[in-house]
């Protein structure tokens, strides 16, 4: 039988480590404080007994134990403020050593993850699981955990004394607590908590759209577009606000009868008061009664306390949970048999793959190779399996059926440094650091020298990037107005790959954003790059793919036509269509603007 997985604040604590006894020390030394703090109201019902026992000769009264009752109470009063600052001490310590063994779990977790899980996650959404997650679980350790512990042993406390001098108002003050209480749990049920989720996923939701937002600056202000332009962003904001408005107005009604109630105790003990009052115990109750008005009156603050420290429990306990989901997440597994190849070729051995969370696969029995030295491209429509295909290689997801080999090994046993050192891959979406075209070339390969890189720039035709940038080839990109179009950026991607020098090389929709100066010099760049590599290209363009010595036909995930460009051709079949349809497209874009230049 499989063990229960600890949640909620036992789970905080498993994170803390070697740590989590600061906390457990934390939250012992502030319940003791809750005690020490509620002595002096025993001092002040001393002091109260003897002055109406001195009535209406207050010279009678014993002045040196006046004098011990008030000393008595401010020694309580400040051992129970310095074990409170020792408590907070200690929280703090073992809220910061939970927050970093959170977040060193989640970097180290988030390393071992396959690349394609990126893909799906936006940097939005993991900064905000790692950053303010994990902020939320420190501030509740540090704060919120201590008070609620401590607030908890003030309540009991006050039930003890409470009952003990007059079981009548006792009785009624406890009601008065019990009925506070009540509406809280209204405040911190599940209906509560499903609230919080949501305003979580709204938060994670304006993160995401607020990063591409900030990404986006440049074009808005290129195109002085406003910010209703980005209606994603526009939306998340509406959600979160709709959203926070929906859980403020749920907590209304609750929020003022629970003020009500916890500040109801002279409407209600003073009435009670007069009618349980008798002539013969008039001082004894009088005393009494004073007593629970004062004392009843600091309830309000208690469970206040206790009322907010369940709402950060629930942002805490929502914020672990996330943080557990994302650690949950299933890691890249070497076989315990690694094995290098001694070959570059690229094999798909009926392979089946179904992306995580879905049901269709999106490579269904997909079998073909890529020979050493040669060239295969992937073409098919939108959907069809291309680019699947190409991230299988890398290890970006593990297939479900059947095996990615190269040179003869699955790749799953071929040892992750080695596997990556063998592939370059320039993707549609090429990311480029905000750092130097040199650090951004040299991501590749950190030991290249600068000389390196320039010579691998100049095969990537950057040359005429490098002659407008203010610094060349130390120029920080995203400063001061530095951006790259998308195709000078592909070309910046492929120097990249050129400097790495990889046997094996993966070009998937490399010139899809490059205009047609851009296209022919990234052409160029192609030739230069894959010169005696295995490669795997994936094109729209279908010109590009024209010489390859073969071309894969995809169509939901299976291999439709394979053939050279003549073969197919002379087919007929699914990929002859797509040529007539692409120089049908060509030729009425051609003709668009022969009419708009005449």
């Given at each position: 039988?499989?063990?229960?997985?600890?949640?909620?604040?036992?789970?905080?604590?498993?994170?803390?480590?070697?740590?989590?006894?600061?906390?457990?020390?934390?939250?012992?030394?502030?319940?003791?404080?809750?005690?020490?703090?509620?002595?002096?109201?025993?001092?002040?019902?001393?002091?109260?007994?003897?002055?109406?026992?001195?009535?209406?000769?207050?010279?009678?009264?014993?002045?040196?134990?006046?004098?011990?009752?008030?000393w008595a109470a401010l020694g309580l009063a400040v051992g129970g403020f310095l074990l409170y600052s020792l408590a907070l001490l200690?929280?703090?310590?073992?809220?910061?050593?939970?927050?970093?063994?959170?977040?060193?779990?989640?970097?180290?977790?988030?390393?071992?993850?396959?690349?394609?899980?990126?893909?799906?996650?936006?940097?939005?959404?993991?900064?905000?699981?790692?950053?303010?997650?994990?902020?939320?679980?420190?501030?509740?350790?540090?704060?919120?955990?201590?008070?609620?512990?401590?607030?908890?042993?003030?309540?009991?406390?006050?039930?003890?004394?409470?009952?003990?001098?007059?079981?009548?108002?006792?009785?009624?003050?406890?009601?008065?607590?019990?009925?506070?209480?009540?509406?809280?749990?209204?405040?911190?049920?599940?209906?509560?908590?499903?609230?919080?989720?949501?305003?979580?996923?709204?938060?994670?939701?304006?993160?995401?759209?607020?990063?591409?937002?900030?990404?986006?600056?440049?074009?808005?202000?290129?195109?002085?577009?406003?910010?209703?332009?980005?209606?994603?962003?526009?939306?998340?904001?509406?959600?979160?606000?709709?959203?926070?408005?929906?859980?403020?107005?749920?907590?209304?009604?609750?929020?003022?009868?629970?003020?009500?109630?916890?500040?109801?105790?002279?409407?209600?003990?003073?009435?009670?008061?007069?009618?349980?009052?008798?002539?013969?115990?008039?001082?004894?109750?009088?005393?009494?009664?004073?007593?629970?008005?004062?004392?009843?009156?600091?309830?309000?603050?208690?469970?206040?306390?206790?009322?907010?420290?369940?709402?950060?429990?629930?942002?805490?306990?929502?914020?672990?949970?996330?943080?557990?989901?994302?650690?949950?997440?299933?890691?890249?597994?070497?076989?315990?048999?690694?094995?290098?190849?001694?070959?570059?070729?690229?094999?798909?051995?009926?392979?089946?793959?179904?992306?995580?969370?879905?049901?269709?696969?999106?490579?269904?029995?997909?079998?073909?190779?890529?020979?050493?030295?040669?060239?295969?491209?992937?073409?098919?429509?939108?959907?069809?399996?291309?680019?699947?295909?190409?991230?299988?290689?890398?290890?970006?997801?593990?297939?479900?059926?059947?095996?990615?080999?190269?040179?003869?090994?699955?790749?799953?046993?071929i040892p992750k440094q080695e596997l990556m050192n063998r592939i370059a891959f320039v993707f549609q979406d090429s990311q480029l650091?905000?750092?130097?075209?040199?650090?951004?070339?040299?991501?590749?390969?950190?030991?290249?020298?600068?000389?390196?890189?320039?010579?691998?720039?100049?095969?990537?035709?950057?040359?005429?990037?490098?002659?407008?940038?203010?610094?060349?080839?130390?120029?920080?990109?995203?400063?001061?107005?530095?951006?790259?179009?998308?195709?000078?950026?592909?070309?910046?991607?492929?120097?990249?790959?050129?400097?790495?020098?990889?046997?094996?090389?993966?070009?998937?929709?490399?010139?899809?954003?490059?205009?047609?100066?851009?296209?022919?010099?990234?052409?160029?760049?192609?030739?230069?790059?894959?010169?005696?590599?295995?490669?795997?290209?994936?094109?729209?363009?279908?010109?590009?793919?024209?010489?390859?010595?073969?071309?894969?036909?995809?169509?939901?995930?299976?291999?439709?036509?394979?053939?050279?460009?003549?073969?197919?051709?002379?087919?007929?079949?699914?990929?002859?269509?797509?040529?007539?349809?692409?120089?049908?497209?060509?030729?009425?874009?051609?003709?668009?603007?022969g009419h708009h230049a005449s």
């Open positions: 039988m499989t063990q229960k997985k600890k949640a909620g604040i036992s789970r905080l604590l498993e994170f803390g480590g070697r740590y989590r006894w600061m906390t457990v020390v934390a939250c012992i030394l502030s319940g003791l404080s809750s005690v020490l703090m509620l002595c002096p109201f025993l001092c002040i019902w001393l002091v109260l007994r003897d002055v109406l026992a001195a009535l209406p000769d207050l010279s009678t009264v014993d002045v040196k134990a006046m004098t011990l009752y008030g200690f929280s703090h310590l073992g809220a910061f050593h939970t927050a970093k063994n959170m977040q060193s779990q989640i970097l180290h977790h988030l390393a071992s993850l396959p690349l394609g899980f990126f893909s799906q996650n936006s940097s939005g959404k993991l900064r905000k699981i790692i950053h303010e997650n994990t902020a939320q679980t420190e501030n509740f350790l540090a704060h919120q955990l201590p008070d609620m512990t401590g607030s908890a042993v003030t309540a009991v406390t006050m039930l003890v004394m409470l009952l003990f001098f007059d079981w009548r108002l006792g009785g009624l003050s406890i009601l008065l607590l019990i009925a506070g209480f009540m509406v809280q749990m209204l405040m911190t049920s599940e209906k509560s908590m499903s609230y919080m989720r949501k305003y979580q996923d709204a938060s994670e939701q304006m993160n995401n759209e607020a990063v591409e937002y900030v990404r986006g600056i440049p074009v808005v202000k290129v195109f002085q577009q406003t910010i209703y332009s980005f209606k994603s962003f526009y939306a998340a904001i509406m959600y979160y606000k709709d959203n926070v408005t929906e859980y403020a107005l749920s907590c209304q009604g609750p929020m003022v009868a629970f003020n009500v109630i916890i500040n109801a105790s002279f409407a209600v003990l003073i009435p009670a008061g007069i009618l349980l009052i008798g002539p013969e115990q008039y001082s004894e109750f009088l005393l009494d009664l004073i007593f629970y008005i004062l004392f009843t009156s600091g309830s309000a603050g208690i469970l206040n306390k206790i009322l907010f420290s369940g709402t950060y429990r629930m942002m805490a306990q929502e914020a672990v949970r996330r943080v557990d989901s994302l650690l949950a997440e299933a890691s890249v597994v070497e076989d315990a048999l690694t094995r290098i190849p001694d070959r570059n070729d690229v094999e798909f051995r009926d392979v089946t793959f179904t992306y995580p969370g879905t049901k269709a696969p999106a490579l269904f029995h997909l079998s073909f190779q890529v020979p050493e030295g040669k060239t295969v491209a992937l073409v098919g429509a939108s959907g069809s399996g291309k680019t699947t295909a190409a991230t299988l290689i890398p290890r970006f997801w593990d297939v479900q059926e059947g095996a990615v080999c190269i040179g003869g090994v699955p790749v799953s046993q650091l905000k750092a130097s075209i040199l650090e951004n070339v040299r991501a590749s390969r950190p030991d290249a020298t600068r000389e390196q890189v320039v010579e691998a720039l100049r095969s990537a035709q950057c040359d005429d990037i490098l002659e407008k940038l203010p610094k060349g080839v130390d120029t920080v990109l995203g400063t001061k107005g530095v951006y790259l179009s998308g195709g000078e950026q592909q070309r910046i991607a492929l120097a990249r790959a050129i400097l790495k020098d990889a046997p094996i090389v993966l070009l998937d929709e490399a010139t899809a954003f490059a205009d047609p100066e851009n296209e022919h010099k990234i052409q160029m760049a192609f030739e230069r790059l894959t010169q005696g590599k295995t490669v795997l290209m994936i094109a729209h363009r279908l010109p590009t793919i024209q010489n390859a010595d073969e071309i894969l036909v995809l169509e939901q995930g299976t291999a439709a036509e394979r053939g050279t460009h003549d073969s197919l051709m002379a087919r007929n079949g699914i990929y002859a269509s797509m040529w007539r349809d692409y120089q049908t497209s060509v030729a009425w874009n051609i003709g668009k603007e």
